[in-house]
C-alpha cells in the first residue's frame, strides 16, 4: 500500500527558530516602512553583522 502524501510545506534543511525580540521602536519602524517582508529584511541585516564580524 502507498504512502498516504504529507500535507503541508516541505521541510527545510534550515529552518528558522522562533523567538522573541525587544528592538527599539524606530528600527521596527524603519524595516517596515520597506514594506512586506520586513523581518526577513531584519534577519538579512542581522546575518551581515555575523559575516563582518567574522571578517
Known sequence: MAEKPKNGRPRSDNPKVFTSLRLDAEVVAHF????KGW??????????CLVAKAG
Do not use: C, H, M, V
Not at 32 to 35: D, I, M, N, T, Y
Not at 41 to 46: P, S
Open 32 to 35: 517596515k516602512a520597506g514594506g
Open 39 to 48: 523581518q526577513t529584511r531584519i534577519n538579512d541585516a542581522l546575518k551581515q
